[in-house]
């Protein structure tokens, strides 16, 4: 019991101590939209930028803003779903798997690209080397970076008076050249340390006193963005399960240290920018959100033990921390989870920021404070205000509505799925326990978050094609909207002196924990009801 | 106006009954009131169900009978609600419009009267009103001047003196003189014409923060939409067959925000009702939810934070004088002052119980006066029989020294003039002392925040009489209301800084103006709104328009101006500028009754899904009667029991819609935390009590065991 | 429509993305972890220059002249190797009677290797019950008792 405590507030103090020291230059990128305060890093970007025809003192407004983000995901989006249907043609490094049907293909690429990294193949035998490199590697880095850099001119609206938010491929390159790639490399040196293989080696054949085929190839270069960039989508079907991701108690904390770092620094740089005891605040209101999640995963022990080499306090608990930052890598099965975790697992997707993953959990968050606010300002006869800034219908109207998207494309779905026989068709029978994995998979695309029941056994053209849409509209339609907040923001006026309701402080954090529930369990808990309640 | 709104208060149930149905018009509420749209559809597919045959297990008929009339008596309840309150709020004002009613007006038109219908005159048309006769329109006066008795207005039963350039409120009557008046307010959009725009939910403008809670209590309603309508699937594919549209129907109800949605219209009609009630006239909705919001509001000092004039409060003699030489004189210097400055020096003498007797008077009776004009900036006397002064002091033994000085110029035949006024007007012929001793006396009473006036013998400085401003009483405790409200307060006077500040500080007023001409106080506005503060300016004077015109707040005095009540978006009936914190506390009441019910409604939804839910289920499966904690009898007691809490929170909750939640000026944090405890914990936790009550009766009614 | 900043742009990042994140970054990192070769192979156990098995994955073992893992948590590649040390003193008399290697020695191994494992864990990020690698195990008796497993590893074969 000690020991864990112990290893729970090492890996958390260790997190928020490199998330504080991240926070650093987050913030300056989020300040500096055009030159940056360092002569080096201007010269690189300045290079860069020069070399892709990236002009610095061009600022978008939230539309050119999102139109850019989705011009870029989409390339990757066509070039993914070709490359893996046509793998076996263009894959210079094997095995020469067969193409992707292309609705797996569609599947996938959109999967990835939108930071969920849900996966309805098994990689080690579906997916070339090339593959997992061109299509899976990278796409990670897209889309992590595509979500860290519309945090950048999402938190820049609240900062300063202007009519646009900066621009997409400047944020975009300074995520990923500047952050997540140099930590990647940083990572991935420290997983092969640990273990972790990292070679051009498909698969080895053994046939001593075992006969098996081990396969292998550049998983620790997968592994550490995988987890830094909250992707989550394994190089193996059994994803961290499998010793190669995930090889002893030492790399399971090392990876739940890589899932929270970067969600965990984005709420201190807003701190470093708009007042330091407002983004502890907002940080003590993830952290004790996610302390909540854990006990209630913790809770209920799952039958037997569930991994030898993390013990099972260990084993849940990175399945927690892997919902909460919504990465959605697991390392135990699902099956092997109590009811109790379950329900902590579909919680945390449901809230999507506690902390949520790199970028769009830090968002989130924002959607609940402006309702918080709201109704705040009712209860003590103010007009709501955040920072000196009004909140007007339109914030409210934008941040229901992207309240409102996630229960309509988790619930409509999963209904469609149970009704029209598709469920019943990969689960056999529909029971508490086979709608709960139907939910689970919505909800998982949903919030971009990738875990799932089905696997392999949903590769079906209904939720390869189902799951495709949710994750594309659960990515994109809040990012629009959230910008559109953003930029609302960033056009007010800002008010000087107290705000009538401190938006910081311990009551402010009891009051946006408590919300942030129960908003969600008012919408989603019926669903739990009937689904892991009732095992 | 107490008979008037007594006779209205009588009020006619039947009208508001009809109203109430007619708001049920579901085309009426989707435009009005989403939330129960959705209920009032929901009542019309339960019925439906019941009389379309197969739709609903036949042994159950009286438990769908009763969900449906349930749903009907809680759109109707809502309706009833709004129809109450817009009754209520419309009798309050069209208490001011009786006065408004059609008369014969006396129209000029080339230069003769013609009696016209009131209703036809337009802005810009003069009229003529006599003695006795009504103001037909609002307008102002071009000739003439009169008292007008204005208390079916304000209340007020002392009649208004008006002149030339006053503004005169349609309905009011003129008590004596005759008065040319020209219109300027169109039939129906007079000031109480535009408050009775805002007390009709229908016609009403929506505030900002109305918008907001509409928009969030109709995403709230579509979530519960979702929710219910794909948990309907997703139980059928379960295997609870025996769930149905009703039953789906009984939940979604249970779970949308509708004791506030069924109350907010009525909320708000209340909120602007309340106001009228304390004899406030407001524009436009958003004027009260900006008053509600103030960061800042500018105060007049005359006549908000001080009395208004000054006042005498000592005599400090100088070159030996002694305190009855002062006092006669400036008793003399006075005699013919009328202001309530030299009033104030009468009665300071009397209070310092300094007799004058009766000869002086006489001496003062028969002297010439001297008139304060603006030039010379003092006023006086001059002694025509010196002689008989001069004999007065010698008999009565006091004032020797004035011998000296009356014998001087009485030699000279120079006359004796007795003189009190601004120092500076003054002090330069002054011989008996130094100026130096002078201007220290003067700068030490000026840095108490007093004024000083020196009073003269001819060249002779006797003594200086301060004067000093008074504070209203209760201006203090307004001050501190306004700063617990967050709100800081900024006085705007023409005096010079140190008297400002000094009065300032005594009020509790951190921020001052002095020496403010009329465009400081418009400049004070914008500066202040450019910093993104909320501005509450007050004024009466048509210098005062611009600035209540550009003011997020305009409140204009009755007693003021014409302009200045145009200008402004709120007018007080009783000209008190004490009385804006009950303007602002009013308005944040209107917001935190919004807020507190929203809160209780969404609060409420906690514990109904424990009272109704784990019931619909368990028929389907047993285990889940783990979650009936409340032990709820049956399925049926359960759920109706929850419908009927449902309907019947509505009217329970209308006098305290109508009331408004109690707010007085404090910190937020306390606000916040009482109506949390309140509103929060206490509607999470009501509905398990109310529903566990009604579950019983119903088991007990139904004979249930 | 903005062709330079909505197609060029994006396509110019997409090409070096893929040249930069697909290709460069993971043979750099190949080069890199050259200095832990071990490591980077997949722990990788090699008897006469023959795999034989990875100390990482278990596959299914029949003989009983070896520890065996646990089969209920299984992956496509083969088992997790790790067992309590519980479950493989369990498996000692099996193994000491099959092959006539002392108890002692098995028992020695046994803990010795949990204390690695706990050292490989700092100690602190133990799991908190004690554990083995049984093909860390396997892998000492095959070197410790040539003689006796070389016949089981058919090498050759």
């Known amino acids: 019991m000690l020991i864990h405590l112990i290893q729970t507030v090492i890996v958390m103090a260790i997190s928020i101590l490199v998330a504080y020291l991240l926070s650093k230059p987050i913030a300056t990128f989020i300040k500096y939209e055009k030159d940056l305060p360092y002569n080096n890093l201007n010269k690189i970007e300045n290079f860069l930028f020069k070399f892709l025809g990236i002009n610095k003192e061009n600022s978008m407004n939230y539309k050119e803003y999102l139109l850019s983000l989705l011009s870029l995901n989409i390339i990757f989006i066509i070039f993914d779903t070709i490359f893996l249907m046509f793998q076996n043609h263009l894959s210079f490094i094997g095995p020469s798997y067969k193409g992707l049907s292309f609705d797996l293909a569609f599947n996938t690429a959109i999967s990835f690209i939108t930071n969920t990294n849900l996966q309805h193949y098994i990689g080690e035998t579906t997916l070339s080397l090339a593959s997992q490199m061109l299509v899976i590697i990278t796409t990670m880095f897209i889309g992590s970076s595509t979500g860290l850099a519309s945090s950048f001119a999402f938190i820049r609206g609240f900062i300063r008076k202007s009519n646009s938010l900066g621009n997409f491929y400047v944020d975009f390159i300074r995520s990923l050249i500047f952050l997540i790639l140099p930590i990647s490399i940083i990572s991935s040196i420290l997983l092969i340390f640990m273990g972790v293989p990292q070679n051009f080696n498909p698969f080895y054949t053994v046939n001593s006193f075992t006969h098996q085929i081990i396969y292998s190839g550049p998983i620790a270069s997968l592994e550490s963005i995988k987890l830094l960039g909250n992707n989550g989508g394994g190089f193996f079907g059994s994803n961290s399960a499998n010793l190669f991701e995930d090889p002893s108690n030492l790399s399971n904390y090392f990876e739940m240290f890589l899932m929270l770092v970067f969600p965990l620094s984005l709420p201190l740089a807003f701190g470093r920018i708009l007042g330091k005891k407002r983004g502890y605040t907002l940080l003590g209101t993830i952290l004790i959100s996610m302390i909540i999640i854990i006990i209630m995963a913790e809770f209920i022990k799952p039958v037997g033990v569930i991994s030898y080499r993390f013990g099972n306090y260990s084993a849940i608990l990175f399945n927690s921390v892997s919902m909460l930052t919504n990465t959605g890598a697991v390392d135990t099965s699902l099956t092997a989870m109590s009811f109790s975790a379950i329900i902590a697992f579909l919680f945390s997707m449901f809230i999507q920021s506690i902390p949520g993953a790199i970028g769009l959990g830090f968002m989130y968050l924002f959607v609940y404070i402006i309702l918080t606010l709201f109704i705040l300002g009712l209860m003590v006869g103010k007009m709501p205000e955040f920072i000196g800034m009004k909140i007007n219908p339109r914030d409210v109207r934008l941040s229901v509505l992207v309240f409102l998207t996630h229960p309509l494309i988790i619930l409509i779905p999963t209904a469609l799925a149970l009704t029209m026989g598709y469920a019943y068709h990969v689960l056999g029978s529909i029971n508490s326990y086979t709608y709960t994995e139907v939910l689970y998979e919505f909800t998982s695309a949903a919030a971009n978050n990738g875990s799932s029941y089905l696997g392999y056994i949903g590769n079906t053209v209904f939720f390869n094609i189902s799951t495709a849409i949710v994750m594309f509209i659960g990515r994109y339609l809040p990012i629009g909207l959230m910008l559109a907040i953003s930029q609302s923001f960033s056009m007010k006026d800002r008010k000087k002196g107290l705000e009538p309701l401190p938006t910081e402080g311990f009551l402010f954090l009891a009051i946006l924990v408590f919300m942030i529930f129960l908003l969600v369990v008012l919408t989603f808990i019926p669903f739990v009801i009937i689904g892991p309640l009732s095992w | 106006m107490g008979e008037i709104i007594r006779f209205h208060e009588k009020y006619n149930l039947k009208k508001i009954f009809f109203d109430s149905i007619l708001k049920l018009n579901p085309v009426y509420l989707a435009k009005n009131n989403p939330v129960m749209f959705v209920v009032i559809l929901g009542f019309i597919v339960t019925l439906f169900m019941i009389i379309i045959p197969n739709q609903i297990p036949p042994n159950q008929t009286n438990f769908y009978i009763a969900v449906s009339l349930t749903l009907f008596f809680a759109a109707w309840f809502s309706t009833f609600s709004e129809a109450f309150s817009e009754y209520e709020a419309k009798a309050r004002v069209d208490s001011l419009k009786v006065f408004e009613k059609e008369i014969i007006a006396h129209k000029l038109v080339n230069d003769h009267y013609v009696d016209v219908k009131s209703t036809t005159l337009k802005p810009g048309e003069r009229v003529l009103v006599r003695r006795g006769e009504v103001v037909p329109m609002d307008g102002f006066i071009i000739e003439g001047s009169s008292y007008l008795d204005e208390s079916m207005i304000t209340g007020e039963s002392e009649p208004v003196f008006k002149n030339k350039g006053d503004h005169v409120i349609g309905g009011t009557k003129v008590i004596e003189g005759e008065l040319k008046i020209e219109i300027t307010a169109e039939r129906g959009r007079s000031f ?499 529903i566990k009550l009604i579950d019983i009766m119903l088991a007990i009614l139904m004979g249930v065991k | 429509m903005n062709i330079k900043q909505y197609i060029l742009i994006p396509l110019a990042i997409f090409i070096f993305s893929l040249l930069i994140l697909g290709l460069v970054y993971p043979l750099v990192l190949n080069g890199i972890g050259l200095i832990v070769k071990n490591n980077t192979e997949g722990s990788l156990i090699i008897v006469n220059g023959t795999i034989i098995g990875s100390y990482l994955i278990a596959g299914k073992i029949n003989n009983s002249a070896f520890f065996w893992p646990n089969y209920n948590n299984s992956f496509i590649s083969g088992y997790d190797p790790y067992i309590t040390v519980n479950q493989a003193l369990s498996q000692v008399d099996r193994i000491s009677n099959s092959t006539g290697i002392s108890k002692q020695f098995l028992i020695n191994i046994i803990y010795e290797n949990s204390k690695e494992i706990e050292q490989q864990n700092l100690y602190i990020f133990s799991p908190g019950e004690k554990v083995v690698n049984i093909m860390k195990l396997n892998e000492i008796l095959i070197k410790t008792y040539p003689n006796i497993y070389d016949k089981y590893l058919k090498i050759n074969s």
């Open chain 2, 192 to 690: 109480v014409d535009k408050m009775i725009a805002l007390v009709s939910q229908a016609k009403r403008p929506k505030s900002q923060s109305e918008i907001s809670l509409n928009i969030l209590l109709s995403g709230l309603s579509l979530i519960f939409i979702v929710v219910t309508a794909t948990l309907y699937y997703i139980l059928k594919s379960l295997g609870y067959t025996y769930v149905n549209i009703a039953l789906i129907i009984a939940l979604l109800v249970a779970l949308m925000p509708t004791t506030i949605g069924g109350l907010l219209p009525a909320i708000g009609i209340a909120g602007i009702s309340r106001l009228t009630r304390d004899n406030i006239i407001a524009k436009s909705g958003k004027a009260i939810e900006a008053a509600s919001d103030a960061d800042v509001i500018l105060l007049d000092k005359t006549g908000t934070i001080t009395e208004g004039n000054r006042a005498a409060t000592e005599f400090i003699p100088l070159d030996n004088f002694d305190i009855n030489c002062v006092a006669i004189a400036s008793y003399l210097a006075s005699f013919n002052d009328n202001t309530r400055e030299g009033k104030s020096i009468i009665d300071l003498i009397e209070s310092m119980k300094i007799k004058i007797p009766g000869e002086i008077i006489d001496i003062a009776m028969m002297s010439k006066p001297i008139e304060f004009n603006i030039n010379t900036r003092y006023s006086g006397i001059e002694i025509s029989n010196p002689a008989k002064l001069l004999e007065y002091i010698k008999k009565g033994k006091t004032c020797l020294k004035f011998i000296e000085i009356i014998e001087k110029y009485g030699n000279k035949n120079e006359e004796i003039k007795i003189l009190k006024g601004a120092v500076d007007s003054l002090i330069n012929n002054v011989t008996n002392i130094k100026k130096e001793d002078i201007n220290k006396i003067v700068k030490e009473v000026g840095e108490k925040g007093e004024t000083p006036l020196l009073l003269v013998i001819n060249e002779n400085a006797i003594g200086i009489i301060v004067l000093k401003d008074k504070l209203k009483p209760g201006i203090k405790n307004v001050i501190s209301d306004l700063k617990i409200m967050g709100i800081t307060p900024v006085m705007v006077t023409g005096d010079n800084p140190l008297t400002a500040k000094v009065i300032a500080s005594e009020a509790g007023i951190n921020s001052v103006i002095s020496q403010a001409k009329p465009v400081d106080k418009l400049n004070k506005v914008q500066e202040e709104q450019s910093k993104g503060h909320v501005v509450i300016a007050m004024g009466d004077g048509t210098n005062d328009a611009p600035a209540l015109a550009k003011a997020d707040v305009g409140v204009a005095m009755n007693s003021g101006t014409r302009a200045a009540k145009e200008a402004a978006n709120m007018i007080d009936l009783d000209s008190n500028p004490s009385r804006v914190v009950k303007i602002i506390e009013l308005s944040k009441q209107l917001l935190v009754t919004r807020g507190a019910i929203t809160t209780f409604s969404i609060a409420n939804d906690i514990s109904k899904y424990f009272t109704i839910l784990p019931m619909i289920l368990i028929l389907g499966d047993p285990k889940i009667a783990y979650l009936n904690i409340l032990h709820l009898t049956t399925p049926e007691t359960a759920i109706l029991a929850t419908m009927i809490f449902n309907a019947i929170i509505i009217p329970a909750l209308i006098p305290l819609a109508l009331r408004g939640v109690k707010y007085k000026p404090e910190a937020p944090r306390k606000t916040f935390i009482r109506n949390f405890l309140i509103y929060g914990i206490g509607g999470a936790l009501l509905p398990f009590v109310a």
